[in-house]
């Protein structure tokens, strides 16, 4: 949540680019004084965020959806929903 709620404020109110901000996510990932909460997720969602069109949150969801043994996150996020994690609510 942590790292949803830091990418919301740097592309929000700071406006930094996404490649910024990935970046940044990286180096917290590999920096070994902090501890992530569901890493596998966070690393799996960072790789799909940098690679994709949609929020790192929403594939923050779907991966947490699919750990937990979802086939499949409905959403109405039309940029999401091209993921192959979600479909879109149509």
Known sequence: MVLCELVWVL?????????SIADAL?????TSELKVEHEEVARL???AYRKGTA???????GYSNKKAGCDVTYTFDHE???SR??????
């Not at 929020?55 to 969801?61: A, E, K, Q």
């Not at 994690?85 to 149509?90: C, D, G, R, S, W």
């Open 80 to 82: 999401f929903g091209g």
């Open 26 to 30: 990286g180096q917290i990932l590999i």
């Open 85 to 90: 994690l979600a479909k879109p609510v149509e």
């Open 11 to 19: 592309q929000g109110p700071y406006r930094y680019p996404k490649k």
């Open 55 to 61: 929020d790192f949150s929403d594939y923050v969801i």
């Open 45 to 47: 969602s960072l790789d």
